[in-house]
């Protein structure tokens, strides 16, 4: 790096720095060294920040690590706080890092958390993304512009790609493989700004050293290619799992084929002209399924490195450690050293073979669809240096990954994780967890501690496994359409559905339980007397007793005299969030009991209670900015072209975070459910009232008519309700309420 590039680079992290800290320009020194090895070292003199750094990502992580520490000011997701005091000068913090990549990004969270983002919440992400050690990060924020103009190329016009491509919310699983022609699909004028703004953050992400990883050419192609290509092979993919159950998946062509080769070609081209020169691309074969129609997965596979190859031959091919792949004959065929596997959870690695002799990064998988629920085993993390420092260790084991599907969740689990970069060895949980609030918080707080104290005990410590998986069948029975029947809701679903005949056709897709995967709120499930889960995977019973947080909200109200930074605003929430939907457990066992002795009384006055926990979660719900479904509905509508364009692109955000997709994708049913207010008061409060109102008439023998919940969450996603998207409302007050209500539900007998 020549002086120019690294005064260049100096001034890319100064301008960040200055925007998370607040500092001014002239208060603010860099000096980037490529030389120093790839770490920081930062300190501060006369009130002046002071960083060293091999490059402008690594002076931002710098900062962040300095402000923490001393707790002058905080870097984190939800919580980011400026400096308010004078800078220690008898502080110096200096780290080098011990893997050489730091990935961020699941491909589902382009759908689950930045489907609608805008320059300026891009800005802050990407900001996040340097403070946090990140140095490469998926990207498919305007990608759709390559298949566009690669397959109108191929005999297709430019309507019935726009057709196949999908809404933004929907198309990381296009890239995935998964599905295809989603909803309306989308526009023209919605890919070129969504283009425009995907170079804007790629030409940010190389000012602050974050490589990209763009989606490679898969094979996939639209309907009919074969027919308008003849001579080439194109396979059928089916169903999205196991062709027994989601949407149908895009065909697949050959890619040993010369007509792949002319795909890749004009594909590779294509990308590099519109969003510049890629060293990192992502394809996944075989991804949650699908077959090569006889062609030879070791040949399919040199077909795909084959093409990679020919564009960059310095490239490298991103595999995901998921579910049984990469297969070991895939690994076995191709050049290893242009090879990096993601390890999803950690733990493919440590399979018989592993990953042969390609470079991988250990991850974790905490967020599933980006629910908001507390979760993460904070203790587990801090142990992870063992892995690198343990001699039996994998020796190509080169990076760290976040593979969490939805990002807006959890920011001391991000936190904790992105600092493994930075450790030798491993982290005490304690001491980094009082630096971590002290700072967030911007104040040493006893109430606050204590808080923590509890949830490392509780809802971030340890996770029983051994229920992951478990489903209702019930919830995949209703939302495919079938009606359910107030009077006997368990009559004729003890078994089967989606994920038992999925496990049958493919036996290996038993580690579709999800590993990890947390349990989700009670409040947002399809309403039964059974239900214990919204969505199809992960445990169906707390770790924990139901009244297990309420100790740490008290804490966090006594707290809440003294301290008011945004970052303990949020966790505040987040707590009270999560004990109602806890207490939401007890409300409904108290109800089916009620209902079962044909106590009408009790059961109207368990009613009321279960739905007043609603109404209480969802007031302290709209306090919070980060916690409104208005504010994910103004994003998606600000990016159409047209009212009706807005329309539809709020109505494809409902959908993902309720129903998922169509009749066809029920397995899926609130698989992105949120504790976010609009989605409770409205939503889950109007299905929980509907319901509780009908199993009352069949209580007093009155007729009913079973409930279609598909329909029902159909009809909501259509209608034009609006919802805020500027918090208001008292936190402490309605923090309290919840308080209230958790503790006289949870402590009835």
């Given at each position: 790096?020549?002086?120019?590039?690294?005064?260049?680079?100096?001034?890319?992290?100064?301008?960040?720095?200055?925007?998370?800290?607040?500092?001014?320009?002239?208060?603010?020194?860099?000096?980037v060294?490529?030389?120093?090895?790839?770490?920081?070292?930062?300190?501060?003199?006369?009130?002046?920040?002071?960083?060293?750094?091999?490059?402008?990502?690594?002076?931002?992580?710098?900062y962040?690590?300095?402000?923490?520490?001393?707790?002058?000011?905080?870097?984190?997701?939800?919580?980011t706080?400026?400096?308010?005091?004078?800078?220690?000068?008898?502080?110096?913090?200096?780290?080098?890092?011990?893997?050489?990549?730091?990935?961020?990004?699941?491909?589902?969270?382009?759908?689950?958390?930045?489907?609608?983002?805008?320059?300026?919440?891009?800005?802050?992400e990407?900001?996040?993304?340097?403070?946090?050690?990140?140095?490469?990060?998926?990207?498919?924020?305007?990608?759709?512009?390559?298949?566009?103009?690669?397959f109108?190329?191929?005999?297709?016009?430019?309507?019935?790609?726009?057709r196949?491509?999908?809404?933004?919310?929907?198309?990381?699983?296009?890239?995935?493989?998964?599905?295809?022609?989603?909803?309306?699909?989308?526009?023209?004028?919605?890919?070129?700004?969504?283009?425009?703004?995907?170079?804007?953050?790629i030409?940010?992400?190389?000012?602050?050293d974050?490589?990209?990883?763009?989606?490679?050419?898969?094979?996939?192609?639209?309907?009919?290619?074969?027919?308008?290509?003849?001579?080439?092979?194109?396979?059928?993919?089916?169903?999205?799992?196991?062709?027994?159950?989601?949407?149908?998946?895009?065909?697949?062509?050959?890619?040993?084929?010369?007509?792949?080769?002319?795909?890749?070609?004009?594909?590779?081209?294509?990308?590099?002209?519109?969003?510049?020169?890629?060293?990192?691309?992502?394809?996944?074969?075989?991804?949650?399924?699908?077959?090569?129609?006889?062609?030879?997965?070791?040949?399919?596979?040199?077909?795909?490195?084959?093409?990679?190859?020919?564009?960059?031959?310095?490239?490298?091919?991103?595999?995901?450690?998921?579910?049984?792949?990469?297969?070991?004959?895939?690994?076995?065929?191709?050049?290893?050293?242009?090879?990096?596997?993601?390890?999803?959870?950690?733990?493919?690695?440590?399979?018989?073979?592993?990953f042969?002799?390609?470079?991988?990064?250990?991850?974790?998988?905490?967020?599933?669809?980006?629910?908001?629920?507390?979760?993460?085993?904070?203790?587990?993390?801090?142990?992870?240096?063992?892995?690198?420092?343990?001699?039996?260790?994998?020796?190509?084991?080169?990076?760290?990954?976040?593979?969490?599907?939805?990002?807006?969740?959890?920011?001391?689990?991000?936190?904790?994780?992105?600092?493994?970069?930075?450790?030798?060895?491993?982290?005490?949980?304690?001491?980094?967890?009082?630096?971590?609030?002290?700072?967030?918080?911007?104040?040493?707080?006893?109430?606050?501690?204590?808080?923590?104290?509890?949830?490392m005990?509780?809802?971030?410590?340890?996770?029983?496994?051994?229920?992951?998986?478990?489903?209702?069948?019930?919830?995949?029975?209703?939302?495919?359409?079938?009606?359910?029947?107030?009077?006997?809701?368990?009559?004729?679903?003890?078994?089967?559905?989606?994920?038992?005949?999925m496990?049958?056709?493919?036996?290996?897709l038993?580690?579709?339980?999800?590993?990890y995967?947390?349990?989700d709120?009670?409040?947002?499930?399809?309403?039964?007397?059974?239900?214990?889960?919204?969505?199809?995977?992960?445990?169906?019973?707390?770790?924990?007793?139901?009244?297990?947080?309420?100790?740490?909200?008290?804490?966090?109200?006594?707290?809440?005299?003294?301290?008011?930074?945004?970052?303990?605003?949020?966790?505040?929430?987040?707590?009270?969030?999560?004990?109602?939907?806890?207490?939401?457990?007890?409300?409904?066992?108290?109800?089916?009991?009620?209902?079962?002795?044909?106590?009408?009384?009790?059961?109207?006055?368990?009613?009321?209670?279960?739905?007043?926990?609603?109404?209480?979660?969802?007031?302290?719900l709209?306090?919070?900015?980060?916690?409104?479904?208005?504010?994910?509905?103004?994003?998606?509508?600000?990016?159409?072209s047209?009212?009706?364009?807005?329309?539809?692109?709020?109505?494809?955000?409902?959908?993902?975070l309720?129903s998922?997709?169509?009749?066809?994708?029920?397995?899926?049913?609130?698989?992105?459910?949120?504790?976010?207010?609009?989605?409770?008061?409205?939503?889950?409060?109007?299905?929980?009232?509907?319901?509780?109102?009908?199993?009352?008439?069949v209580?007093?023998?009155?007729?009913?008519?079973?409930?279609?919940?598909?329909?029902?969450?159909?009809?909501?996603?259509?209608?034009?309700?609006?919802?805020?998207?500027?918090s208001?409302?008292?936190?402490?007050?309605?923090?309290?309420?919840?308080?209230?209500?958790?503790?006289?539900?949870?402590?009835?007998?």
């Amino acid at each position: 790096m020549n002086d120019v590039s690294t005064q260049t680079a100096a001034a890319n992290a100064a301008a960040a720095i200055r925007r998370l800290s607040g500092l001014p320009a002239d208060g603010i020194h860099v000096a980037v060294d490529p030389g120093v090895g790839d770490g920081f070292r930062v300190w501060a003199a006369g009130n002046e920040l002071h960083v060293e750094a091999s490059g402008a990502g690594a002076a931002v992580a710098g900062y962040a690590a300095f402000a923490r520490r001393t707790g002058a000011a905080h870097v984190s997701r939800f919580g980011t706080r400026p400096v308010d005091r004078e800078l220690p000068a008898d502080v110096v913090i200096e780290r080098r890092a011990q893997l050489d990549l730091r990935i961020a990004y699941n491909l589902t969270v382009s759908g689950y958390t930045t489907p609608y983002f805008d320059w300026a919440q891009w800005e802050a992400e990407l900001d996040l993304l340097a403070a946090s050690g990140v140095n490469a990060a998926h990207v498919t924020l305007g990608q759709e512009l390559v298949y566009l103009e690669t397959f109108t190329r191929f005999g297709y016009s430019e309507e019935e790609i726009l057709r196949w491509l999908g809404p933004p919310s929907h198309q990381p699983w296009l890239w995935l493989n998964s599905i295809q022609s989603f909803g309306q699909g989308t526009t023209r004028a919605l890919v070129e700004k969504r283009a425009e703004l995907g170079r804007r953050v790629i030409r940010r992400m190389h000012e602050l050293d974050i490589a990209p990883i763009f989606p490679g050419c898969s094979g996939i192609v639209p309907p009919k290619f074969g027919e308008r290509n003849e001579g080439c092979l194109v396979v059928p993919q089916g169903l999205w799992f196991v062709d027994v159950a989601g949407p149908e998946r895009p065909d697949w062509l050959d890619t040993t084929s010369d007509e792949y080769a002319a795909v890749a070609e004009t594909f590779y081209t294509t990308q590099r002209s519109a969003f510049g020169t890629c060293g990192m691309w992502a394809v996944d074969l075989l991804h949650e399924g699908g077959k090569t129609g006889g062609v030879g997965l070791a040949e399919a596979a040199w077909g795909v490195q084959r093409a990679m190859i020919a564009v960059n031959p310095d490239s490298t091919w991103v595999l995901q450690g998921w579910i049984g792949n990469p297969r070991r004959e895939l690994l076995e065929a191709i050049d290893l050293s242009r090879v990096l596997v993601l390890d999803l959870t950690g733990e493919a690695a440590d399979a018989d073979g592993g990953f042969l002799d390609a470079k991988w990064a250990l991850g974790i998988l905490p967020n599933y669809g980006g629910r908001t629920v507390l979760y993460g085993d904070l203790a587990a993390v801090t142990a992870v240096p063992k892995r690198w420092t343990a001699a039996t260790e994998p020796s190509r084991l080169v990076g760290l990954t976040n593979m969490a599907e939805g990002v807006g969740n959890n920011p001391v689990l991000w936190d904790l994780f992105s600092d493994l970069a930075w450790a030798e060895d491993e982290i005490p949980l304690g001491p980094w967890l009082d630096d971590w609030t002290a700072a967030r918080y911007g104040a040493v707080d006893d109430h606050a501690r204590a808080a923590w104290q509890t949830l490392m005990e509780t809802a971030f410590g340890p996770w029983r496994h051994d229920n992951a998986g478990a489903t209702s069948a019930e919830t995949q029975h209703a939302m495919a359409g079938n009606a359910v029947d107030p009077a006997d809701p368990g009559k004729g679903l003890a078994s089967g559905g989606p994920l038992a005949a999925m496990t049958a056709a493919d036996p290996t897709l038993e580690t579709f339980a999800m590993p990890y995967a947390s349990t989700d709120s009670v409040i947002a499930a399809v309403p039964s007397m059974l239900a214990n889960q919204a969505s199809m995977v992960g445990p169906r019973a707390l770790p924990y007793s139901e009244d297990a947080l309420i100790p740490a909200l008290r804490n966090l109200l006594i707290a809440a005299d003294s301290l008011r930074t945004k970052g303990f605003e949020y966790d505040l929430v987040d707590v009270a969030r999560q004990v109602a939907d806890d207490a939401a457990r007890a409300g409904l066992r108290f109800i089916a009991e009620a209902a079962e002795a044909k106590d009408l009384d009790a059961y109207d006055q368990r009613a009321a209670e279960y739905l007043e926990l609603i109404d209480a979660q969802e007031a302290v719900l709209r306090t919070n900015e980060h916690f409104l479904l208005g504010r994910w509905l103004d994003d998606a509508r600000a990016w159409g072209s047209t009212e009706e364009e807005g329309t539809y692109l709020v109505e494809e955000a409902k959908r993902l975070l309720t129903s998922w997709g169509y009749a066809d994708a029920a397995f899926l049913v609130d698989y992105g459910n949120r504790g976010w207010a609009g989605l409770v008061g409205d939503y889950y409060h109007s299905r929980w009232s509907t319901w509780l109102a009908q199993i009352r008439e069949v209580l007093t023998g009155e007729a009913t008519t079973p409930i279609d919940w598909y329909r029902f969450a159909d009809q909501w996603i259509r209608h034009d309700s609006q919802y805020p998207s500027h918090s208001h409302g008292d936190l402490k007050t309605a923090a309290m309420t919840v308080l209230e209500i958790a503790e006289r539900l949870t402590s009835a007998k």
